[in-house]
């Protein structure tokens, strides 16, 4: 079959792409930021890019899948609505070609999911079973965000963003998961969503999907998923919990380092311990998730704690780019000031004593709109200095809304202020956190290459 995707340079969309490819299908694509590394990986997979969405569709092309990108107005949409052809949105696609004869394990949550999917893709390829995969990043264990996968078993990040300009339901509707996992709910995607009941509401449709025969791991010690489960629920639900030992699996650090040690307990029974060098008790929750629903497909987790020891993380997910000068380099995907502030408590963990140095771009929809400005400064406690790239059109005032930070806060108009800024701080033993959605408009390569010049020219 051939098959031409829009908006084929996106993570979940090029994901698609690679996996449609793999299953034997010709397959093409369409985006305006056709660029490495993305570009290059399509183009490595024989997948034909075309720049821009100028050039008309073949009318040889049986199955035109369409990015939640794209929006009525758009030439390319209102050609291909006009021309009375089939579509289908992206998780469609996966659903009906990929899905349809798979157990799904699907991984949700407002924060997370990437980590957490990562983690259970490569637990169950440790046990051996082959998993099929969709992640909205790239596991370090694997270096690749999607593939077929050779077995009954998919895991995918179920996302909660809408699926397309013609179904503004979650992408995650689409999966129906025998197995799932919702890490935890807050308000996101402001863009879309009035308020967190609009997004419990969506949460809701999903676990009607979740089979009688399947499982629900759930959060213990989140007020949003109590909130949720109150609506309804049919399937069997474990809970998991690194705050509450009351969950059916609770962990806990037995010490931390630059090689942490965590023992994990099922219902209060001792299950083992493992070690690994990931940072924070949010990474021990999104593990004892991933255990519990590795559990579920027969997975030991004796077994599981094994795959977690050689778990490699996750590219940008607190990921540390390096040590340069005596100067640590970490970039991470937080945008929400929980992640912010679980982000900095990670690091807080590994360096209790060492000065640490948030450099955060408000990028998302949600930040961009100023939801949060109001409660962002708390998200720093744990952070000693804090630069925040403050374009002229964010629409709010980081310098006024983070004012109780007082001495602490840097508000920079561009990068190259920005950078300047750290260069002209940054001293040996600082870890320095750059925090983003988006490439932050190149400043971990500018960093990096400045401090690394330093060092050589030391």
Not at 170 to 190: G, M, S
Not at 413 to 439: C, F, I, P, R
Request: glycine share 10%; net charge negative.
């Amino acid at each position: 079959m051939r098959v031409h995707i829009l908006g084929v340079c996106g993570t979940f969309m090029g994901g698609i792409a690679a996996i449609a490819k793999e299953a034997g299908h010709d397959v093409s694509g369409a985006d305006q930021n056709v660029y490495p590394p993305m570009s290059t990986q399509l183009e490595a997979l024989g997948i034909k890019l075309v720049g821009g969405y100028d050039a008309p569709i073949d009318t040889a092309v049986e199955s035109v899948v369409v990015g939640n990108a794209l929006s009525r107005g758009k030439p390319v949409v209102e050609a291909l609505l006009n021309s009375g052809r089939a579509y289908s949105s992206g998780p469609q696609w996966l659903a009906e070609h990929v899905l349809r004869d798979k157990w799904v394990l699907a991984v949700s949550g407002t924060h997370g999911k990437t980590t957490t999917t990562s983690m259970l893709a490569w637990i169950l390829e440790y046990a051996g079973l082959n998993p099929g995969f969709l992640i909205g990043g790239v596991p370090s264990n694997f270096g690749i965000s999607a593939r077929l996968g050779g077995s009954k078993y998919f895991v995918v990040e179920a996302d909660e963003y809408d699926t397309a300009f013609f179904d503004k339901r979650a992408k995650f509707v689409h999966y129906r998961p025998r197995t799932l996992i919702v890490n935890n709910v807050e308000y996101d995607h402001a863009d879309i969503f009035a308020d967190v009941d609009a997004i419990i509401w969506q949460f809701h449709q999903l676990l009607r999907t979740v089979p009688g025969n399947g499982l629900i791991v759930a959060n213990g010690k989140d007020a949003n998923i109590e909130r949720l489960l109150a609506r309804g629920v049919w399937t069997p639900l474990v809970t998991f919990s690194a705050a509450d030992s009351a969950a059916r699996w609770f962990g806990a650090y037995d010490s931390i380092g630059a090689e942490s040690r965590f023992s994990i307990f099922e219902q209060g029974v001792a299950r083992g311990s493992g070690r690994w060098s990931m940072l924070g008790q949010h990474n021990l929750e999104n593990a004892l998730a991933a255990i519990a629903a590795a559990g579920h497909v027969g997975v030991a987790p004796e077994t599981a704690l094994q795959a977690l020891t050689q778990f490699k993380g996750v590219k940008r997910r607190l990921e540390l780019r390096g040590t340069f000068r005596g100067i640590a380099l970490y970039e991470d995907f937080a945008h929400h000031p929980t992640a912010i502030a679980t982000t900095l408590e990670g690091v807080r963990s590994r360096a209790p004593h060492q000065r640490i140095v948030a450099v955060m771009e408000p990028r998302s929809n949600t930040m961009r709109m100023g939801v949060h400005r109001d409660t962002l400064h708390g998200s720093f406690a744990e952070a000693d200095r804090v630069f925040v790239l403050a374009p002229a059109d964010l629409g709010w005032d980081p310098a006024a809304s983070l004012a109780p930070l007082g001495e602490r806060l840097v508000v920079a108009a561009d990068v190259q202020e920005l950078l300047a800024g750290l260069l002209d701080e940054l001293t040996a033993g600082d870890h320095v956190v750059l925090m983003s959605n988006g490439s932050f408009q190149g400043l971990p390569q500018l960093l990096e290459r400045s401090l690394a010049g330093a060092t050589a020219a030391s």
